[in-house]
């Protein structure tokens, strides 16, 4: 296989994953990890999983305001601290958005796609060849990375094409 067709066949996750086995992984690495999912912590996760593309905090808290009444926006931003700790959910920093993670059981860093027509995401499974390329020219530079997040802006096939 060339390396053109290769690089191609195992960068795109090709499934979207269904939100409820989404949140059924998250449960299991919980309980292997020993960590407490919070029936908050749950929902906020449930509700970036049905989202289906990025949503934002003050969405979030509007949807738990429609289901209980009421929701501290101090409240939403620690289960959502604690899903981003976890690896659980990514940031999107660009479009201050959350969106759920393809492999939540790993703790990886991955390139995003972000269409500017629609807002859809793609998360991109590299097998960290990127983030390990900026890795390694920051560490040759001195530069100790905490964290890295690359987010790429463009238009979607759907869009270009509609």
Do not use: W
């Amino acid at each position: 296989m060339n390396p053109a067709a290769r690089h191609h066949s195992h960068h795109r996750h090709a499934h979207e994953p269904d939100a409820a086995d989404f949140v059924r992984e998250v449960e299991a690495a919980c309980e292997s990890r020993a960590l407490r999912l919070t029936p908050l912590r749950r929902e906020v996760l449930e509700l970036v999983a049905a989202a289906n593309k990025p949503i934002k905090a003050y969405d979030l808290l509007d949807r738990l305001r429609d289901r209980h009444g009421s929701a501290a926006p101090p409240t939403v931003y620690r289960a959502l601290d604690f899903l981003l700790e976890q690896g659980f959910i990514h940031k999107l920093e660009s479009i201050n958005a959350f969106v759920s993670c393809h492999h939540p059981a790993e703790a990886h860093q991955v390139p995003f796609l972000i269409c500017d027509v629609c807002s859809s995401a793609v998360e991109l499974c590299d097998e960290g060849e990127v983030a390990d390329l900026i890795e390694a020219q920051a560490k040759a530079l001195g530069f100790r990375a905490k964290a890295q997040t690359l987010e790429v802006h463009g238009v979607c096939r759907q869009c270009r094409s509609a």
